[in-house]
């Protein structure tokens, strides 16, 4: 089936500084890649949409200067969590939608802001 | 826009038991009905799914009912065993952006 590779898994920062979560599709041209986010407990929740060359799709409630999303080629998407703090700590994950396999879900990156 | 409700929040059962977990959704052009089994600090697992042509699918010990008229859908999970305790999500398209929306999850226990 579809593969997304999604990196790092797990990350620790200080207060401040950036993070960034890369999202790679393996087999198939992803023209689209969600982004959720999933606090402890909680269900996921899309955070923004990229598009391959394009500007990306926030949600409502999303700042878009805080997580900065690049879409720039049909095999990656990365998402930036700029001057990270620790309400942003959370898991991350990426998906993919398209062809046979509908939708294909990163590993997920947990995030822990300290 | 689209919005899915899960119950229970919360589901103890006997190992053997079934068990069921029902969802339903507002949004009646949504197509595309899924569900995740999702492990402590892992990714979503599809475990089944169903599109809107058909009603009822099932694989070996889980199947998945539609009923369009009345916007719901149901998993349903035979002779449970312990190996199924994990937080289980229904899913609809008809996000704005093509994406899923998820229910807030069901926390199955299965209870040697």
């Known amino acids: 089936g579809a593969v997304v590779s999604q990196h790092p898994s797990w990350v620790i920062c200080k207060s401040g500084t950036s993070v960034k979560i890369e999202c790679r599709s393996l087999d198939f041209q992803a023209t689209t890649m969600f982004w959720y986010r999933q606090f402890p407990k909680q269900s996921l929740m899309l955070m923004a949409t990229?598009?391959?060359?394009?500007?990306?799709?926030?949600e409502q409630g999303v700042e878009k200067d805080k997580f900065l999303i690049n879409h720039a080629s049909l095999t990656l998407s990365t998402l930036t969590v700029t001057s990270a703090h620790p309400e942003d700590s959370s898991f991350y994950i990426c998906?993919?939608?398209?062809?046979?396999?509908?939708?294909?879900f990163g590993s997920g990156t947990r995030l822990t802001v300290v | 826009g689209e919005n899915v409700e899960q119950h229970p929040s919360t589901l103890s059962v006997q190992e053997g038991d079934s068990a069921v977990i029902k969802c339903t959704y507002s949004d009646s052009a949504s197509n595309y009905f899924p569900w995740y089994k999702q492990e402590l600090g892992k990714r979503p697992q599809l475990i089944i799914d169903?599109?809107?042509?058909?009603g009822e699918k099932k694989d070996q010990r889980i199947a998945v009912t539609l009923n369009k008229t009345a916007k719901h859908f149901s998993l349903h999970i035979t002779e449970t065993q312990p190996e199924d305790s994990a937080v289980y999500f229904c899913?609809?398209?008809?996000?704005?952006?093509?994406?899923?929306?998820f229910g807030k999850g069901t926390k199955l226990s299965v209870k040697p």
């Open positions: 990229s598009n391959e060359g394009s500007k990306a799709t926030y």
């Open positions: 169903i599109r809107s042509n058909v």
């Open positions: 899913a609809a398209t008809g996000g704005s952006q093509g994406n899923l929306i």
């Open positions: 998906s993919e939608v398209g062809g046979f396999y509908g939708y294909t």
